[in-house]
């Protein structure tokens, strides 16, 4: 296996081509009050496959694709079940 970083989130946006926004949540305990924070990230990642919004990604980074891009889509871990409004 490589030694690229592998992260895991959530695609938050799709609306380009070939690329989807994924949050990226990371969970801490904070060091002097204890009190547990979430912060995230949002990173955009090259789509292949085809991502829809609420999907869980793993994401791997790559070279520089553009200016914004440094990572790629490798797998979908769960995907959302699309519900029909009718």
Do not use: F
């Amino acid at each position: 296996m490589s030694e690229r970083r592998r992260l895991t989130g959530v695609v938050v946006s799709n609306k380009m081509q070939k690329t989807v926004v994924v949050r990226v949540t990371r969970r801490y305990r904070h060091h002097l009050y204890k009190k547990v924070i979430d912060s995230y990230k949002k990173l955009m990642a090259h789509d292949e496959i085809g991502c829809d919004i609420g999907d869980e990604v793993q994401i791997v980074e790559s070279r520089p694709i553009s200016k914004r891009k440094r990572w790629v889509v490798e797998k979908i871990i769960r995907q959302t079940v699309a519900v029909d409004g009718a």
